[in-house]
């Protein structure tokens, strides 16, 4: 259990402010820590206010609300559940099983069939529709039939772009309910409105999992739990009547509470990391959870700075994001927080969000009962506040056997080099695969790393290698010499039994005592108040102070304090030298030149940050 008290009670401060802003009349919100409800509150009331007052008890984590869009989360998971069951296939044609799509007039002649795929990840072509399709809730079949026999216009071509559908989703419902009034007896309409969609997400995905404050139809719901929806008029709040279930429930028609969500979300939580232990009751697999998950459709990328701890104003963190879409789910790739997955809900009377950190297990969701009410930023900071207090880990990476194994052997072959023993070729023989003296030829890569021992002297060699992992074959280490370090660096093949497919080997001297002194007096004007070039360092004619200390203040605005790496060296003993430099927000690399090294006068510095990854 992660210790977060005191970012619980950021937590609680940040929906406090939420409320404070008069956006609903009640809300809702939970913070799950391993997949489970950890901490949950409520503000405002859990009756009808017209009044900016708030009569009653403030919601809990029992209050059932409408949950709008976040419904799409589950009419995904039908589809893959049907998927799974070999029912459809997700390249399917959607007129395969909507016949009244057999005729769809495409966009353009060299249009693809619109499919399934391409309805899931919103890339099926369609306008955005949020307005219009919040309004087609209760359409009944017989409507929903006649719309769909008039067609319907397209903006791109299928599976060319993303556009948020909410028409498209619809359209999964009809076939998740065409399919399951087919195949068995979850039957015809009812009265109430209810399809053979709706039984088949209540049957086989909603009582499995013991989601029993899940509801399409608001009559379902116990009337002490159920949370009024409400829209903002100039002297305070007007009640929403609520919308039947029918044709368009498969895009936003649920209502739920915190409790039930946190153990939906639980669920896509504990779908990760792959393994091998035996699968829990959940009716989806873990695989197609995790499927659900991932980025199928590029949306949106993004950029920006954000404060590195609060009232820090000249301190700042570069953050970048890749959004995608997944299968009913949102996916983003953040560069100071990895991957985050999300959903919001915005209908009339209600908005609603969740969202989750897988590498943590860490999620928030908050249900609120006014139009569009747009909890999402306020669940953002909620988690990122429990981030913030345990950082930002990494999904643990474990080596194959045969990546540790070979790290030792090659070690073994390279301490060859140079010695009385010689370089082993019996050894490099089982060692590489048939690519790597095709690459280099033998002889010169033997060349270079003899040349590069004689650089930087005697390696020590005490003890296994300490790998630094880039994935499960791909693994990175250093040996410490008399003059420098080596660094090595292997991939393994594919194939069985596996080899060395590539084998770098960098030799970095270490910088002389007038090159040390010169970086970790740059270092310091970083940290300083205001960076630029020291007028004590002595430069050549062509190099552009100026251009040194723009680029100075402007790594200085993104973030700091600045430490020198634990090897500053230069690669393979040529110039210029190349420092590596962290901060919080980004690394960098300094690179220097000199056109007198002995007298440290600087031909050219270059500070130049290294490209963030989102993995």
Same mark, same amino acid.
Request: net charge negative.
């Given at each position: 259990m992660i210790e977060i008290s005191e970012a619980i009670a950021r937590v609680d401060q940040i929906f406090q402010a939420f409320h404070d802003r008069r956006i609903a009349p009640g809300l809702a919100y939970g913070l799950l820590i391993d997949g489970r409800l950890v901490h949950s509150g409520g503000f405002g009331s859990t009756g009808a206010a017209t009044t900016d007052g708030n009569p009653g008890q403030p919601p809990d984590a029992d209050s059932v609300f409408r949950i709008a869009s976040m419904t799409k989360s589950f009419t995904a998971s039908a589809i893959l559940l049907l998927r799974d069951r070999g029912w459809l296939g997700l390249d399917d044609p959607v007129s395969a099983y909507v016949p009244e799509l057999s005729d769809l007039v495409l966009p353009t002649a060299d249009s693809p069939a619109l499919t399934i795929r391409h309805l899931l990840t919103m890339s099926g072509g369609l306008p955005t529709d949020d307005a219009w399709g919040d309004r087609q809730e209760s359409l009944d079949p017989d409507g929903f039939n006649a719309l769909l026999n008039n067609g319907f216009r397209f903006v791109t071509a299928p599976g060319t772009a993303f556009e948020y559908s909410n028409l498209g989703y619809a359209i999964l419902g009809r076939i998740i309910g065409g399919i399951a009034a087919a195949s068995d007896d979850h039957g015809a309409p009812d009265t109430a409105g209810r399809t053979a969609y709706h039984r088949f997400v209540e049957t086989d995905l909603l009582a499995p999992l013991g989601l029993a404050a899940t509801f399409y139809d608001f009559a379902d719901v116990p009337p002490d739990r159920l949370m009024p929806g409400h829209r903002r008029v100039t002297d305070g709040w007007v009640p929403e009547p609520f919308e039947r279930p029918g044709a368009f429930s498969a895009m936003g028609g649920l209502f739920s509470s915190v409790r039930d969500l946190s153990r939906w979300v639980g669920g896509f939580l504990d779908a990760f990391p792959p393994r091998d232990d035996a699968e829990n009751q959940h009716p989806l697999s873990r695989a197609s959870r995790r499927e659900m998950q991932q980025h199928h459709r590029f949306a949106t990328l993004a950029a920006g700075l954000r404060a590195t701890s609060p009232g820090t104003a000249a301190r700042s963190a570069l953050r970048a994001s890749s959004s995608g879409y997944g299968f009913g789910l949102f996916a983003e790739h953040f560069t100071d927080r990895g991957e985050i997955i999300s959903h919001s809900g915005g209908y009339p009377g209600f908005g609603s969000h969740m969202r989750w950190h897988p590498a943590t297990g860490l999620a928030v969701i908050a249900l609120a009962n006014s139009t569009y009410a747009g909890p999402a930023d306020a669940a953002t900071h909620a988690l990122n506040a429990v981030l913030d207090q345990v950082g930002r880990p990494n999904r643990p990476v474990a080596p194959w056997p045969d990546t540790v194994q070979a790290a030792a052997q090659v070690d073994q072959l390279l301490s060859g080099v140079g010695s009385d023993g010689g370089f082993d070729h019996a050894l490099a023989d089982r060692l590489f695969a048939e690519n790597v003296d095709l690459d280099q030829p033998r002889g010169e890569r033997i060349a270079a790393l003899t040349a590069g021992v004689e650089r930087i002297g005697v390696i020590d060699r005490n003890g296994p290698p300490e790998l630094t992992l880039h994935g499960p074959a791909h693994a990175t280490w250093s040996r410490p010499a008399a003059a420098g370090v080596q660094t090595v660096t292997v991939r393994l093949s594919p194939e069985s039994p596996v080899r060395v497919q590539t084998l770098t080997v960098q030799a970095r001297s270490a910088p002389p005592a007038e090159v040390s002194q010169l970086v970790a007096r740059l270092i310091a004007v970083l940290n300083s108040p205001d960076p630029g070039w020291p007028d004590d360092i002595a430069t050549g004619p062509a190099f552009d102070r100026?251009?040194?200390?723009?680029? !100075?203040?402007? %790594?200085? *605005?993104?973030?700091?304090?600045?430490? &020198?790496?634990?090897?500053?060296?230069?690669?393979?003993?040529?110039?210029?030298?190349?420092?590596?430099?962290?901060?919080?927000?980004?690394?960098?690399?300094?690179?220097?030149?000199? !056109?007198?090294? %002995?007298? *440290?006068?600087?031909?050219?510095?270059? &500070?130049?940050p290294v490209p963030v990854s989102t993995g």
């Amino acid at each position: 259990m992660i210790e977060i008290s005191e970012a619980i009670a950021r937590v609680d401060q940040i929906f406090q402010a939420f409320h404070d802003r008069r956006i609903a009349p009640g809300l809702a919100y939970g913070l799950l820590i391993d997949g489970r409800l950890v901490h949950s509150g409520g503000f405002g009331s859990t009756g009808a206010a017209t009044t900016d007052g708030n009569p009653g008890q403030p919601p809990d984590a029992d209050s059932v609300f409408r949950i709008a869009s976040m419904t799409k989360s589950f009419t995904a998971s039908a589809i893959l559940l049907l998927r799974d069951r070999g029912w459809l296939g997700l390249d399917d044609p959607v007129s395969a099983y909507v016949p009244e799509l057999s005729d769809l007039v495409l966009p353009t002649a060299d249009s693809p069939a619109l499919t399934i795929r391409h309805l899931l990840t919103m890339s099926g072509g369609l306008p955005t529709d949020d307005a219009w399709g919040d309004r087609q809730e209760s359409l009944d079949p017989d409507g929903f039939n006649a719309l769909l026999n008039n067609g319907f216009r397209f903006v791109t071509a299928p599976g060319t772009a993303f556009e948020y559908s909410n028409l498209g989703y619809a359209i999964l419902g009809r076939i998740i309910g065409g399919i399951a009034a087919a195949s068995d007896d979850h039957g015809a309409p009812d009265t109430a409105g209810r399809t053979a969609y709706h039984r088949f997400v209540e049957t086989d995905l909603l009582a499995p999992l013991g989601l029993a404050a899940t509801f399409y139809d608001f009559a379902d719901v116990p009337p002490d739990r159920l949370m009024p929806g409400h829209r903002r008029v100039t002297d305070g709040w007007v009640p929403e009547p609520f919308e039947r279930p029918g044709a368009f429930s498969a895009m936003g028609g649920l209502f739920s509470s915190v409790r039930d969500l946190s153990r939906w979300v639980g669920g896509f939580l504990d779908a990760f990391p792959p393994r091998d232990d035996a699968e829990n009751q959940h009716p989806l697999s873990r695989a197609s959870r995790r499927e659900m998950q991932q980025h199928h459709r590029f949306a949106t990328l993004a950029a920006g700075l954000r404060a590195t701890s609060p009232g820090t104003a000249a301190r700042s963190a570069l953050r970048a994001s890749s959004s995608g879409y997944g299968f009913g789910l949102f996916a983003e790739h953040f560069t100071d927080r990895g991957e985050i997955i999300s959903h919001s809900g915005g209908y009339p009377g209600f908005g609603s969000h969740m969202r989750w950190h897988p590498a943590t297990g860490l999620a928030v969701i908050a249900l609120a009962n006014s139009t569009y009410a747009g909890p999402a930023d306020a669940a953002t900071h909620a988690l990122n506040a429990v981030l913030d207090q345990v950082g930002r880990p990494n999904r643990p990476v474990a080596p194959w056997p045969d990546t540790v194994q070979a790290a030792a052997q090659v070690d073994q072959l390279l301490s060859g080099v140079g010695s009385d023993g010689g370089f082993d070729h019996a050894l490099a023989d089982r060692l590489f695969a048939e690519n790597v003296d095709l690459d280099q030829p033998r002889g010169e890569r033997i060349a270079a790393l003899t040349a590069g021992v004689e650089r930087i002297g005697v390696i020590d060699r005490n003890g296994p290698p300490e790998l630094t992992l880039h994935g499960p074959a791909h693994a990175t280490w250093s040996r410490p010499a008399a003059a420098g370090v080596q660094t090595v660096t292997v991939r393994l093949s594919p194939e069985s039994p596996v080899r060395v497919q590539t084998l770098t080997v960098q030799a970095r001297s270490a910088p002389p005592a007038e090159v040390s002194q010169l970086v970790a007096r740059l270092i310091a004007v970083l940290n300083s108040p205001d960076p630029g070039w020291p007028d004590d360092i002595a430069t050549g004619p062509a190099f552009d102070r100026e251009r040194f200390g723009y680029a !100075a203040r402007l %790594a200085s *605005a993104l973030g700091g304090p600045f430490e &020198l790496g634990e090897r500053p060296a230069n690669a393979d003993g040529g110039m210029p030298w190349v420092f590596d430099v962290h901060s919080p927000a980004l690394s960098w690399q300094l690179s220097l030149e000199f !056109a007198d090294e %002995a007298n *440290a006068v600087v031909a050219s510095c270059a &500070l130049a940050p290294v490209p963030v990854s989102t993995g």
